[in-house]
Nanobody, 124 residues
Framework: QVQLVESGGGSVQVGGSLRLSCTFS????????IGWFCQAPGKEREFVAA????????QYSSTVKGRFTISRDNPTHTLHLQMNSLKPDDTTVYYC?????????????????WGRGTQVTVSS
């Protein structure tokens, strides 16, 4: 059974950093684009960042660009999201997802597998 499992969430103060990780059990991890999304209570799920499999190209939302960095480690089937300069608005549940498209995509329907999420709380 294909699974994505997020880890690394927690509580941090404004301006702090967290590193989220996502492990993907699919043996063909190298051929999946992996993305991060977030969803706050009462709001729609939003795109955060994604990294394509064909050339490791990346895409970020405007709200996180310059603060977050997405990366992948193919041998360990792990995706990372380095989150710096965190703000209270970054408080939400973060989900990783996997897509068979070759390049980063913000389109949620193009993602085939989803993790259960990890909570990030940024306090002032």
């Amino acid at each position: 059974q294909v699974q994505l499992v997020e880890s690394g969430g927690g509580s941090v103060q404004v301006g702090g950093s967290l590193r989220l990780s996502c492990t993907f059990s699919e043996p063909l991890f190298n051929y999946f684009t992996i993305g991060w999304f977030c969803q706050a209570p009462g709001k729609e799920r939003e795109f955060v960042a994604a990294i394509g499999w064909i050339d490791d190209s990346t895409q970020y939302s405007s709200t996180v660009k310059g603060r977050f960095t997405i990366s992948r480690d193919n041998p360990t089937h792990t995706l990372h999201l380095q989150m710096n300069s965190l703000k209270p608005d970054d408080t939400t549940v973060y989900y990783c997802a996997a897509s068979r498209v070759s390049r980063p995509t913000i389109v949620q329907s193009e993602y085939d597998y989803w993790g259960r999420g990890t909570q990030v709380t940024v306090s002032s």
